[in-house]
T-cell receptor
Framework: SQQGEEDPQALSIQEGENATMNCSYK?????LQWYRQNSGRGLVHLILIRSNEREKHSGRLRVTLDTSKKSSSLLITASRAADTASYFC?????????????FGAGTTVTVRA | NAGVMQNPRHLVRRRGQEARLRCSPM?????VYWYRQLPEEGLKFMVYLQKENIIDESGMPKERFSAEFPKEGPSILRIQQVVRGDSAAYFC??????????FGPGTRLLVL
């Protein structure tokens, strides 16, 4: 079964609005990572947050991590058309070897011009 | 600094043929990972290799699939006697430590 599950499955917003998506996972983790995938392309690493961190920023991205609820959120502020993509969270479980990424099914974000 | 390179980008095979997917990691990276993505799904871990060693192949199907990362040259994922269910996108990733993995553009395999 998938370790990370994103919510919502799909999100449509107007350019300039913020986009928020959530990720829930089942087992304790070493770290959680967010990736972006444009249609038909590879994955681009966005941000990594470790289990002892609560929040992290990178440009227009803000990631939070709540290990007590086993959840994370990704916020994209001031969205642009180029942000249209699928976003995946991936976790590294604390009991596995620290390389195996477990991905959710992703959130598909559409930014309307 | 070139990123992770995969070729071919698209591969069409008939049932029963062999598929060979190649992955060249980023310069300086000695860890290679293969993942498979079925339509509308997330990526699933297949195998983790270092030079000349398979470290973890727990995600590989028991039959027909094999992977290698020789001392020289790219990592190869080989699928023998392909079936329609093998149609998917296969992604390779590399890292210099066991931290952030950088992904290639993927090979999209279509089995007719």
């Amino acid at each position: 079964s998938q370790q990370g599950e994103e919510d919502p499955q799909a999100l449509s917003i107007q350019e300039g609005e913020n986009a928020t998506m959530n990720c829930s996972y089942k087992t304790s983790i070493n770290n959680l990572q967010w990736y972006r995938q444009n249609s038909g392309r590879g994955l681009v690493h966005l941000i990594l947050i470790r289990s002892n961190e609560r929040e992290k920023h990178s440009g227009r991205l803000r990631v939070t991590l709540d290990t007590s609820k086993k959840s994370s959120s990704l916020l994209i502020t001031a969205s642009r058309a180029a942000d249209t993509a699928s976003y995946f969270c991936a976790t590294v479980a604390i009991r596995s070897n620290d390389y195996k990424l477990s991905f959710g099914a992703g959130t598909t974000v559409t930014v309307r011009a | 600094n070139a990123g992770v390179m995969q070729n071919p980008r698209h591969l069409v095979r008939r049932r029963g043929q062999e598929a060979r997917l190649r992955c060249s990691p980023m310069k300086g990276h000695s860890h290679v990972y293969w993942y498979r993505q079925l339509p509308e799904e997330g990526l699933k871990f297949m195998v983790y290799l270092q030079k000349e060693n398979i470290i973890d192949e727990s995600g590989m199907p028991k039959e027909r699939f094999s992977a290698e990362f020789p001392k020289e040259g790219p990592s190869i994922l080989r699928i023998q006697q392909v079936v329609r269910g093998d149609s998917a996108a296969y992604f390779c990733a590399s890292s210099d430590t066991r931290d952030t993995q950088y992904f290639g553009p993927g090979t999209r395999l279509l089995v007719l």
